[in-house]
């Protein structure tokens, strides 16, 4: 197997050189340049390379997730823990943080109130998975410290 990884890795290192020298130039517009072939060539391999990463981690996750004993019942926690901060988000978001007048007039953007909701509920997200990461990791350290 690593055999076949080695070889495959070589293959696609050589095609991506190659297509370095398909490149446009510097002094090329952009818009011709972004229909180039090189430039074309290159998204697609590394969508390709993606794909085949987003594919593998997914198969060996769900490998690993089945073949662990209480692996499923551990990601299932994990899942509805995620949803219910999710939903914790979003009843947090007003969906009033930016009027969608401004979003139009200033960057052009049609947006409408569910949008902006749904924008505030993924950075109250953020937010709250943060506070619970430095909480976490602020607990370990305290527990580490206070038991010596």
């Not at 070589?10 to 090329?28: C, E, G, N, R, Y």
């Not at 697609?44 to 990463?53: G, K």
């Not at 939903?87 to 978001?93: D, E, F, N, R």
Request: charged content about 15%; cysteine-free; aromatic content about 8%.
């Amino acid at each position: 197997m690593y055999k076949i990884v080695k070889i495959g890795l070589i293959v696609i290192s050589v095609i991506a050189f190659v297509l370095l020298f398909f490149m446009p130039d510097k002094d090329m517009p952009m818009a011709d340049a972004m229909d180039s072939g090189g430039l074309n060539a290159m998204h697609w391999l590394a969508y390709i390379l993606l794909f085949i990463a987003v594919a593998l981690t997914v198969v060996f996750g769900l490998k690993n997730m089945v073949s662990t004993p209480g692996g499923l019942k551990k990601s299932l926690f994990g899942i509805v823990g995620l949803l219910v901060v999710l939903g914790i988000a979003y009843g947090l978001s007003s969906g009033t943080d930016v009027s969608a007048e401004d979003m139009l007039n200033l960057n052009n953007i049609e947006t409408d109130e569910s949008e902006i909701k749904k924008v505030g509920a993924g950075i109250n997200m953020f937010f709250i998975m943060l506070l619970v990461t430095v909480g976490v990791i602020a607990w370990g350290a305290i527990k580490k410290a206070t038991s010596k």
